[in-house]
Nanobody, 122 residues
Framework: QWALVESGGGLVRPGESLRLSCAAS????????SAWFRQAPGKEREGVSC??????TTFDSDSVKGRFTISRDKNMVYLQMDSLRPEDTAIYYC?????????????????WGQGTQVPVSA
């Protein structure tokens, strides 16, 4: 049985960095690409970044490109977030998806984590 558990969230100030972690149990990341999503207050959930099963290809949304970096190591997936902005405030979710090309489509998500909050405020 799949379980995805995020950690690393917390209050940060604009311009600071934070690294989110996602631990998978029950199945290996070798079988599914892994992705991070976020949902800001009053907004729809959106895809942030995705990494292939090989770990060699990554995809980033325009809003985080150049600031966020997704990576993976064995059964862990990470999201390094630099130069954080107030508009990055959201609940961040780890997910297993069917394909990184379509990861922004929520219907392609196979498994969700429970989410971790990241408030960005001075």
């Amino acid at each position: 049985q799949w379980a995805l558990v995020e950690s690393g969230g917390g209050l940060v100030r604009p311009g600071e960095s934070l690294r989110l972690s996602c631990a998978a149990s029950g199945v290996s990341w070798d079988y599914y690409p892994s992705a991070w999503f976020r949902q800001a207050p009053g907004k729809e959930r959106e895809g942030v970044s995705c990494i292939s099963t090989s770990g060699k290809t990554t995809f980033d949304s325009d809003s985080v490109k150049g600031r966020f970096t997704i990576s993976r190591d064995k059964n862990m997936v990470y999201l390094q977030m630099d130069s954080l902005r107030p508009e990055d405030t959201a609940i961040y979710y780890c997910a297993a998806v069917s394909d990184c090309f379509f990861y922004r489509n929520l219907e392609e998500v196979k498994h969700w984590g429970q989410g971790t909050q990241v408030p960005v405020s001075a």
